[in-house]
């Protein structure tokens, strides 16, 4: 517990996580800036969730990156399309939570046997269900090419640096990580099912207008490194969202032109990108700006039930995430502290004088 207290309050270093977060930072600012110039305001949530194909296989050479990526962009094109037809026939409430919940165990399945990371549905989800949630009175294809065109620009943003390192990778380094069991695999995805059907059940019963929020923060800490890292990162979630909207009433004060807010929503998800890898709270404070802005431009709101709502759904999804990891992980549990301890004895062996 003090390691985690100390953790929280140490401000990592930027180093070695900024040029990652400025390819995702590009990949959705040039297609926001091309629709505003384009007076096309009304499919920039479809090119935030295109252009979030960017956040996978960060760390990766890029003939993976490029493999990984195309995968995930597929799935987020497909979200993105799914959601618009499920919103266009008028599918919310009860019925929107159950295909959420079904399409959400299914993606975690797929997403595990692709070997995609960041690992899980979250941003699959997320797409779907914000696009079959934000009312949008376009054509079909008009959202699926700007889901795709953004999904291409974070293609090419994502692989561009390899003719600068062709000289010193020759090779196409396209060695995948081992696929995890298929217990384990089951095992997670049942995990999604569970939190997901739970948070958005709750939500909708709960009246409030955002009940995918609900959702998305459950889905989050399902989808961290470990069952412990899920543990904590519940807790982070929900603390930083709090910070999270504040920051976004603060913004909201100001009336942002569509150019300015284009551009702001790309400065905010750099500095959350930053952050996400070494300190998730802090990534969240500019994050849930992003979440929540991105919809202004379709249908803006009350800036105070919008915060409020982002506040009470996350609680309500990382709540029911944290106890879900907690009954379903005790043994997984148990050997992530077996091998800490391990690892802990050998770097202090390493650290002793020779005698």
């Not at 997403?111 to 941003?123: E, S």
């Not at 396209?174 to 939190?195: D, K, N």
């Not at 889905?219 to 807790?235: K, Y």
């Not at 991105?294 to 982002?310: K, N, Q, S, V, Y």
């Amino acid at each position: 517990m003090k390691t985690y207290a100390r953790d929280f309050f140490r401000i990592p270093s930027p180093r070695g996580h900024r040029t990652p977060a400025l390819r995702v930072a590009a990949g959705i600012g040039i297609p926001l800036v091309a629709l505003v110039f384009m007076g096309r305001t009304d499919l920039t949530v479809f090119a935030v969730f295109g252009a979030l194909t960017g956040v996978f296989g960060r760390v990766e050479p890029h003939w993976l990156r490029l493999k990984h990526q195309t995968f995930a962009g597929i799935l987020m094109s497909l979200s993105i399309v799914g959601g618009v037809i499920c919103g266009g026939l008028g599918t919310n409430g009860w019925a929107l939570v159950g295909i959420g919940t079904l399409i959400a165990g299914v993606l975690s399945i797929v997403a595990d046997v692709l070997r995609l990371r960041p690992a899980g549905p979250l941003f699959y989800i997320f797409a779907f269900m914000a696009t079959a949630s934000v009312p949008f009175d376009g054509r079909l294809w008009d959202a699926a090419l700007t889901g795709v065109a953004s999904v291409g620009v974070a293609l090419i943003l994502g692989f561009v640096g390899r003719l600068w390192a062709r000289r010193t990778e020759p090779d196409r380094q396209l060695t995948e990580s081992p696929l995890p069991h298929w217990s384990r695999i089951f095992a997670q995805s049942g995990r999604y099912v569970v939190a997901l059907g739970l948070a958005g059940s709750i939500g909708v019963a709960s009246g409030l207008g955002h009940h995918y929020w609900a959702m998305v923060a459950a889905a989050a800490p399902i989808s961290a490194i470990g069952a412990s890292g899920g543990l904590v990162r519940a807790v982070y979630r929900i603390i930083g969202t709090y910070a999270g909207v504040l920051l976004t009433a603060a913004l909201f004060t100001f009336q942002w032109p569509p150019l300015g807010l284009a551009f702001l929503i790309a400065a905010l998800q750099f500095a959350g990108e930053v952050f996400v890898i070494s300190h998730y709270s802090i990534a969240l404070v500019f994050m849930t700006p992003v979440a929540l802005m991105m919809t202004e431009f379709l249908a803006p709101g009350p800036t105070g039930i919008l915060i409020a709502d982002r506040a009470l759904e996350t609680t309500i999804g990382a709540v029911i995430a944290f106890f879900v990891i907690l009954l379903t992980t005790r043994k997984q549990r148990a050997r992530e502290r077996e091998m800490a301890l391990v690892q802990a004895n050998c770097a202090c062996k390493r650290t002793e004088p020779a005698g």
